[in-house]
């Protein structure tokens, strides 16, 4: 017998991530209170999505869709495809940013085929799946889980751990106009490094962990970074800029993901003024990770602005 579908109308709501919060680099990532809504149903005989917000006019319309490739990578596994789905996106997390906008696109796409074919897909497969397709799991575990999450790669594929974040992780994202490549970012990066710099990264990976999940007031020393972020540093100066900034102020800030965003991780002094290049926003640590549900997205979350942002 063949995969049968919900007739009705599924919706997911993915959130925003920041991964390598410093010295993490490729394995530890954090879900935010900023989120893209997603809902698709089984309509027709092709594949079309409609896109408002972030990306609109930008962003292809058909299969080509990151959040079409996901669910359609989710389909053959699962062992079907139906006919046509109708998919309609409400983006709120900016692109190319290094705030996980192509993760919320892969984890939504794979979340909405769950939901499509009645959930019969384990979590695992699904962020083995979401990984393969991203290329690795820093962003793509967070944001399917929630919270803070330590990603690895195994023979059989990506695995997290997800972890509570404590009451004193206080994130504040600084995005910039200008946008940037995880390829650029990743070009930057030397081949090697010395040992002294892996083994102290190494230190300060293991004391984040314990920082973000019991002891925030050790974030600044568990935030220092040498494995990526100064090698990055010439092709972003803007973000080398604030980031050096904030932290003369004492505050636990990072380059979120490959940047150019930069994220703080504790409380930013009031009266900070990052200049007319920067937008601030204030959020909070998204525990629940990318929900699936029934509906469309209804009229008010149709807002990019107003909707989607918790703190």
């Known amino acids: 017998m063949g995969l049968t579908f919900v007739s009705e109308p599924v919706r997911v709501r993915t959130p925003a991530t920041s991964a390598n919060l410093g010295p993490g680099f490729d394995a530890l990532g954090v879900a935010l209170s900023l989120h893209d809504d997603l809902s698709a149903r089984v309509t027709g005989d092709r594949f079309i999505v409609s896109v408002s917000g972030e990306g609109a006019g930008e962003l292809p319309a058909d299969e080509s869709h990151l959040v079409v490739r996901a669910m359609l990578r989710t389909f053959d596994e699962l062992g079907g495809r139906p006919r046509g789905v109708a998919v309609e996106c409400v983006n709120r997390i900016p692109q190319a940013r290094g705030l996980g906008s192509s993760s919320a696109a892969i984890v939504g796409g794979v979340q909405l085929a769950r939901a499509l074919a009645g959930n019969r897909m384990s979590d695992a497969d699904a962020l083995r799946i979401a990984a393969e397709l991203e290329g690795h799991p820093d962003n793509v575990a967070p944001c399917l889980f929630g919270g803070f999450t330590i990603a690895w ?155 989607g942002r918790q703190s």
């Open 153 to 307: 790669t195994e023979d059989s594929g990506a695995r997290a751990v997800r972890l509570g974040a404590a009451a004193g992780v206080q994130p504040t994202i600084f995005v910039p106009q200008e946008r940037g490549l995880t390829s650029t970012a990743r070009a930057a990066l030397p081949p090697s490094v010395p040992h002294g710099d892996a083994a102290f990264n190494a230190g300060r990976a293991a004391l984040l962990v314990h920082a973000l999940g019991a002891d925030p007031g050790l974030l600044f020393a568990a935030t220092e970074d040498r494995l990526h972020q100064g090698y990055r540093a010439e092709s972003m100066p803007g973000t080398a800029a604030l980031l050096a900034t904030l932290r003369s102020l004492g505050v636990a800030a990072v380059v979120s993901g490959a940047g150019p965003t930069v994220l703080a991780l504790t409380t930013v002094p009031e009266n900070f003024d990052p200049g007319t290049a920067w937008r601030a926003e204030t959020l909070s640590v998204d525990v629940a990770g990318a929900l699936a549900g029934g509906g469309m997205v209804e009229h008010a979350e149709r807002d990019p602005v107003a909707a």
